[in-house]
C-alpha cells in the first residue's frame, strides 16, 4: 500500500465511522463548514473567510463540497472522491449552486446537522436560502466524540509537535534578560516555534506573563520588563501537520519568596498526581478531582480558578474537557492536557501543563520538558 492509498483510507474510515454515527443519531445529512472539521474528514485546508466552504455528508452518496471555482485545483487534489459544486463572485448565485447540491443527494428527511461551535451566521443564513425546508440542529456531539478519540497518525503528529514546541522554548531561554519585555520574550519565542519546524500557524499566541500579570491565566504579552523576583510564565505551543501541543511551565527570575515556592511545589504536585491517576473506569471528573485536592488541601483552592484540562488535537481546545462534572469516560486514544495552576491577584501566579494520551488504558505523559522550578538569570 502506498502513502496516498493510506492516506484515502484513513479519511474514508472516518466518513465511514461518521456515517455509522449519524445513521445511529437518525441523520441524514451533515452540514460542514472550513474549519478543523473539514480538514479532518477529508484533509483539505480552508481558511475561513467571507467565501463559505461547505461539505456535505449523506448517508449514501459521496460527499459533496461547495467552495469558491478559484480554489477547483485544491479540492481536485483531495484523496477522497468529491462531488465538487463550485460558484462564482457573484454572491447572488450562490444560493441556487447549493440549492443543486442538496437537490442532486435526493434526500428523505428534511433536518441537516452542523456544528454549533463552529459554523457562522454566514453559512447558517446560506443553508436556509438553499433549502428553505431543511431544519437545521446541531450535530455536536457526533462530530466530537469522533475527533476526541486520535489514531496512530494524529499521537504521532501531535507528538512531533510537542518535541517542536520543548526546543523553541530552549533556544529561546539564553534570549531572556532583566528589562527585557514579555513581548520581547513572545516574539522570540515564535521565531524560534517557526524555527524548530511548526507549521506558521500556530494553535495560538504564546503567552509570556511576568510578576503580577501571572496571575491572569491568558494573559497577554505587554510591555512590562522582567524583574528580579518576578514569577515568568510561559504557555505556548506548536503545530505540524495541522495538530497541536499546548504546554507551560513557570519559572523564577532570581529569587522568588517562599510563599510562591510552596506554592510552585503544591502545583506540581497536583500536575503529577493527575497525570499518574489510575484510569480503570476513571472519568474527566475524577482527574480533575484528582489535582483540585491537593490544591484543596494545601489551602489554596479558590485560586485554582479553572478547568484541570482539555483535549488537544486539530485545535488547541477541544473535547475532552477535564472539569468537574464531566463524566465522559476516558477511552484509548484521548489526547488532553493536564494544567493545574494557582493564581495570586496583584502577585502571580503558577501554572505547569503537560500533554497526555491514554494508550492501553493507562494515562501516559507525552511531554518531557523539566518540571522542577528553574531560577533564571
Same mark, same amino acid.
Given at each position: 500500500m502506498n502513502l496516498s492509498e493510506k492516506t484515502r483510507n484513513i479519511y474514508s474510515k472516518r466518513i465511514d465511522c461518521l456515517r455509522d454515527a449519524m445513521y445511529s443519531a437518525g441523520l441524514e445529512l451533515l452540514a460542514i463548514n472550513a474549519g478543523p472539521d473539514l480538514s479532518y474528514f477529508t484533509g483539505l485546508q480552508f481558511h475561513i473567510s467571507e467565501r463559505p466552504v461547505i461539505l456535505l455528508i449523506s448517508q449514501s452518496k459521496e460527499p459533496? *463540497?461547495?467552495f469558491p471555482e478559484f480554489e477547483s485545483e485544491k479540492v481536485q487534489s483531495s484523496v477522497l472522491p468529491l462531488v465538487s459544486f463550485p460558484y462564482d463572485e457573484v454572491r447572488l448565485k450562490w444560493a441556487a449552486c447549493l440549492s443543486a447540491a442538496f437537490k442532486s443527494l435526493v434526500l428523505k428527511d428534511n433536518k441537516v446537522g452542523v456544528n454549533p461551535i463552529s *459554523?457562522?451566521?454566514?453559512?447558517? +443564513?446560506?443553508?436556509?436560502? @438553499? @433549502?428553505?425546508?431543511? +431544519? &437545521?440542529? /446541531? =450535530?455536536?456531539?457526533? %462530530? /466530537? +466524540? %469522533?475527533?476526541?478519540?486520535?489514531? +496512530?497518525?494524529?499521537?504521532?503528529? &501531535?507528538?512531533? =509537535? *510537542?518535541? *517542536? @514546541?520543548?526546543? @523553541?522554548?530552549e533556544k529561546t531561554l539564553p534570549f531572556i534578560s532583566i528589562a527585557k519585555t514579555e513581548k520581547e520574550i513572545a516574539n522570540e519565542l515564535v521565531i524560534q516555534l517557526l524555527k524548530a519546524g511548526s507549521d506558521p500557524e500556530l494553535p495560538f499566541s504564546p503567552i509570556v506573563a511576568t510578576g503580577e500579570n501571572s496571575a491572569n491565566p491568558h494573559a497577554l504579552p505587554t510591555e512590562r520588563k522582567i524583574k528580579s523576583g518576578d514569577l515568568l510564565l510561559f504557555d505556548w505551543g506548536a503545530r505540524f501537520n495541522g495538530y497541536v501541543s499546548d504546554l507551560t511551565r513557570t519559572f523564577a527570575i532570581g529569587e522568588i519568596s517562599q510563599e510562591f515556592k510552596s506554592i510552585y511545589e503544591i502545583v506540581r504536585e497536583a500536575n503529577q498526581r493527575a497525570r499518574e491517576s489510575l484510569l480503570e473506569s476513571t472519568t474527566c471528573h475524577q482527574i480533575d478531582q484528582t489535582a483540585r485536592n491537593v490544591i484543596e488541601k494545601a489551602g489554596w483552592g479558590k485560586f485554582f480558578t479553572h478547568r484541570t484540562g482539555h483535549g488537544i488535537g486539530l485545535e488547541a481546545h477541544e473535547e475532552p474537557y477535564i472539569q468537574s462534572g464531566n463524566q465522559t469516560k476516558l477511552e484509548n486514544g484521548m489526547v488532553f492536557t493536564i494544567e493545574p495552576g494557582i493564581y495570586l491577584p496583584g502577585k502571580g501566579g503558577i501554572r505547569i501543563e503537560d500533554n497526555v494520551v491514554v494508550a492501553g488504558g493507562c494515562l501516559t505523559t507525552m511531554t518531557s520538558y523539566p518540571r522542577e522550578l528553574k531560577i533564571l538569570i
Open positions: 459533496l *463540497i461547495f *459554523i457562522r451566521f454566514l453559512e447558517v +443564513q446560506l443553508l436556509q436560502e @438553499a @433549502a428553505p425546508e431543511m +431544519q &437545521i440542529v /446541531s =450535530a455536536v456531539n457526533i %462530530l /466530537s +466524540q %469522533l475527533r476526541q478519540k486520535k489514531d +496512530q497518525t494524529e499521537v504521532e503528529n &501531535i507528538t512531533t =509537535a *510537542i518535541l *517542536i @514546541a520543548q526546543q @523553541a522554548l
